[in-house]
């Protein structure tokens, strides 16, 4: 925002002002004359109270979506009475076919994975 209004005095040096963007901008008023007798702005010291507040609202919705967030593990079976690691009683094109469906079906808070575990 301030970088093009630089830019735009770069350009035009008679530009004596840059209008701001107001959805990026705030006002507040201080006194109803024009005269200001204080050294610093009036609501000066709102501004960082302002800023925790909204810190903590973004931090409040952040911890609530972690908290909704549920993980499905789907369990690839295993053959029974074999001795090795990797003996699944499903094929791997399979589980993968059935992750793709439900990586599908399931919302945006709900992470899946497969697992022999």
């Known amino acids: 925002m301030f970088i093009d209004g630089y830019h735009e005095y770069l350009n035009n040096r008679d530009a004596r002002w840059f209008i701001l963007p ?5 006002c507040l008023l201080a006194s109803e004359n024009d005269s200001f007798d204080l050294i610093l702005p009036y609501f000066s010291g709102i501004m960082e109270d302002i800023l925790i507040g909204l810190d903590a609202r973004d931090l409040v919705s952040d911890r609530q979506y972690l908290e909704n967030f549920v993980l499905l593990v789907s369990r690839i079976p295993l053959l029974s ?16 076919a059935m992750q793709e469906l439900i990586d599908a079906a399931v919302p945006e808070l709900v992470g899946t994975a497969m697992s022999p575990m």
């Open 22 to 26: 107001p959805e990026k901008t705030m």
């Open 81 to 96: 009475g074999t001795n090795t690691v990797d003996d699944f009683a499903v094929s791997l094109e399979i589980c993968k």
